[in-house]
């Protein structure tokens, strides 16, 4: 009952940025983490960015200084600040978020369906 939706990848040239959102929708009660994933071809699955619901952030070292990571609560939505990308950032991103819906007694892990992200001259 509760879907995300990311927006915003595409192919951009290294030094370049992008700017992803993820929106929440259904029957929510409260966002508790957000977070950001990434899967390039032939790895596994890597945390970008997290944050929590009262604003605390971790980002990998890879990302650390160059990326972003913010939240509306307001509007039930989640970005990723993208800046001085490298050809190494080229994957599939990904939104994640513990949610508590309606019909939950718990906060229950959401994920989109992922947006490509390629760094390429």
């Known amino acids: 009952q509760v879907q995300l939706v990311e927006s915003g990848g595409g192919l951009v040239q290294p030094g370049g940025s992008l700017r992803l959102s993820c929106t929440a929708s259904?029957?929510?009660?409260?966002?508790?983490?957000m977070g950001w994933y990434r899967q390039a071809p032939g790895k596994q699955r890597e945390l970008v960015a997290q944050i929590n619901s009262g604003g605390i952030t971790n980002y990998a070292d890879s990302v650390k200084g160059r990326f972003t990571i913010s939240r509306d609560n307001a509007k039930n939505a989640g970005y990723l600040q993208m800046n001085s990308l490298k050809p190494e950032d080229t994957a599939v991103y990904y939104c994640?978020?513990?949610?508590?819906?309606?019909?939950?007694?718990?906060?229950?892990?959401?994920w989109g369906q992922g947006t490509q992200v390629t760094v390429s001259s």
């Open positions: 994640h978020a513990a949610v508590k819906s309606g019909g939950t007694f718990y906060a229950r892990d959401y």
């Open positions: 259904g029957s929510i009660l409260s966002i508790y983490g």
